[in-house]
């Protein structure tokens, strides 16, 4: 039997979840912990996702930590929307600077978790057979870090390369002189496909599901720019910390109705010229009425048709199914422009749909394709994916995916009944996906922080969410959805509609990151209402 290590705390992943969370349970709290870590390196989603324009669309003022002025105020970002190479410099600078490194174990996957109710903690194994006995047991592995890989006939008969964005290739992938097929057109392959077109002989995109997608406008950040971040940090955390979604900037207090057709379309003629995620904050309807909704959809449809020349391929990339948003919108560097290159094509999976996969490319109803290398730019099992492949067993042995088996339901996205003293950072019922996510990320390691440091004050040995508790949250997170337009698209990942057999269950918490805030907040004041502190 190998002797297990014993400790205070056992966090899971060493993204910018998990290494804060080391920073303030051992930093702040003097814990014993440890974080483990599937990678070789720290960087979480960033180290994983490496693909041809990959980039944050979060802008890089606001894509940080705020928790330490010294911090931020030896940082400086070098463009508009930062790339992982300078994330994971900015990570390492932190590891490195808050001393993080010692407590963490690279190339270390956690396999299964169980709570031994006798001795009230938690016993971790690993893929290679080390064992982990920790009071607390918190899960930073991520929202977006389950890769999906469509089960699509034949794939093991291909003759060529495949590749997932989501779990990139560390040297690179050579795309000169080959005939590419990309499988997918959410944020990530809208990333990627200009990119890929640039060095490959030939590019072919498979769409299933037309989405819009507003200019990033990157740029190297002026000095302007850059001494403005430098006076403004506390503004600028406040502005991130009032709003719904956790950027940097506002959402304008107009409804659509308050302006005319000509001034609303200046407006989204600005927004479009500035670029980014900016452009969902042009009116503050936008995502809670479908009306208003349509002028934008419209708006991006028409500027689609207008950038792509070929008439067929245009109507078949403005032929979106579902308003603005509803789905994660994506932004981009010349995703429509790609289109007007000669070594690119569309394929447009609703008319054609995909048959199999040959030895020599994709077949779809009309005809074959051939290809050297596929890359699938299909997606994630969100949300609960990642925690449910950590073979979490609670309560009597109770799997999470058994408790989950209609769907997540979580008191706060935070805990899960059944599972004491397991903590979940950005776990489904939080703001998270829909936000800026380092904020979202901050908030809840501090609240998991407040949450133990009250417990090891006040003698409490376990924490646990009540499942009334938790059923009354659910229903929040559900009102909160079906109060916008994400409601309407049913086949969004949200949904966890992208992934088959998945329950159809609405999972991020769309009432906005500051109201959620305030709720927890709320909660911990009220001595961690809801949760039974034995
Ligand atoms: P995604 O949004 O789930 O998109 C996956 C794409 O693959 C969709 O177009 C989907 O079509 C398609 N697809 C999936 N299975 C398919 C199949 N069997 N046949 C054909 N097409 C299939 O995944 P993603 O683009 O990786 O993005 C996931 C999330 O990661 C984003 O929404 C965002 O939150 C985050 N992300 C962020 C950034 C950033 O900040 N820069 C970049 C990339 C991703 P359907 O729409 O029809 O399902």
Redesign the pocket.
């Known amino acids: 039997m190998v002797s297990a290590t014993r400790l205070d705390a056992l966090v899971i992943g060493a993204g910018f979840s998990g290494l804060y969370q080391l920073h303030c349970l051992r930093d702040r709290l003097g814990l014993t912990v440890k974080v483990l870590e599937a990678a070789p390196e720290l960087g979480g989603t960033w180290y994983w996702?490496r693909y041809p324009g990959?980039?944050?669309?979060?802008e890089s003022h606001s894509y940080c930590y705020f928790f330490s002025r010294e911090l931020l105020e030896e940082w400086e970002w070098s463009e508009r929307?930062p790339g992982p190479p300078e994330i994971l410099r900015y990570l390492n600078h932190v590891a490195d600077r808050f001393d993080l490194r010692r407590d963490i174990r690279f190339g270390t996957r956690v396999v299964a978790a169980r709570y031994d109710e006798a001795a009230n903690r938690w016993s971790v194994e690993t893929e290679s057979g080390e064992r982990y006995l920790a009071t607390y047991l918190v899960a930073a592995v991520g929202c977006?870090s389950a890769a999906?890989i469509?089960d699509?006939p034949g794939l093991e008969d291909f003759a060529g390369r495949w590749v997932h964005?989501?779990e990139w290739p560390r040297e690179g992938v050579d795309f000169r002189g080959k005939r590419v097929g990309q499988?997918?057109?959410?944020?990530?392959?809208?990333?990627a496909a200009p990119v890929i077109a640039q060095s490959a002989a030939h590019l072919t995109v498979?769409?299933?599901?037309a989405?819009y997608s507003v200019p990033a406008r990157n740029q190297p950040l002026s000095e302007a720019f850059r001494r403005y971040v430098r006076s403004h940090h506390e503004e600028i955390r406040e502005v991130c910390r009032s709003t719904p979604n956790g950027h940097p900037f506002r959402i304008a207090e107009r409804k659509v109705s308050d302006v005319t057709a000509a001034e609303r379309e200046a407006i989204y003629e600005a927004a479009w010229e500035k670029g980014g995620l900016q452009f969902r904050a042009t009116f503050r309807d936008l995502v809670l009425d479908k009306a208003a909704n349509d002028t934008a959809a419209e708006f991006i449809k028409a500027k689609i048709r207008e950038i792509v020349r070929d008439p067929e391929t245009a109507r078949a990339l403005a032929d979106i199914d579902h308003p603005y948003a509803a789905?994660?919108p994506?932004i981009d560097t010349d995703y429509f422009e790609t289109f007007n290159r000669d070594n690119v094509a569309l394929v447009d999976?609703r008319a054609d749909p995909?048959e199999r996969i040959t030895p020599s490319g994709i077949r779809t109803r009309s005809r074959e394709h051939p290809l050297d290398i596929i890359v699938f730019?299909?997606?994630?099992d969100?949300m609960t994916g990642p925690l449910l492949r950590l073979g979490i067993r609670g309560r009597g042995g109770l799997a999470l995916a058994e408790a989950w088996r209609a769907g997540p339901s979580t008191y706060l996205g935070l805990q899960v009944p059944g599972f004491p003293n397991l903590f979940t950072v950005t776990g489904p019922g939080s703001p998270s996906?829909l936000t800026n996510m380092p904020i979202a990320i901050e908030q809840h390691v501090e609240w998991i922080t407040g949450c133990i440091g009250y417990m090891r004050r006040n003698g409490v040995a376990c924490c646990e969410a009540e499942p009334a508790a938790a059923a009354g949250w659910d229903e929040q997170v559900n009102e909160a959805a079906n109060k916008t337009v994400l409601a309407l698209a049913r086949?969004?990942?949200y949904f966890g509609?992208?992934i088959p057999g998945k329950p159809r269950v609405f999972m991020p918490y769309a009432g906005g990151l500051a109201r959620y805030r305030a709720i927890c907040d709320d909660v911990a004041a009220r001595g961690y209402a809801g949760f039974v502190m034995a």
Do not use: E, M
Not at 54 to 58: E, M
Not at 185 to 190: F, Q
Not at 377 to 380: C, I
């Open positions: 996702n990959a980039r944050c669309d979060s929307y977006l999906s469509p699509i964005t989501g499988i997918g057109t959410g944020s990530t392959g809208i990333q498979f769409q299933r599901t989405q789905k994660r994506p999976l995909v730019a299909t997606g994630f969100a996906v086949h969004s990942w509609a992208n």
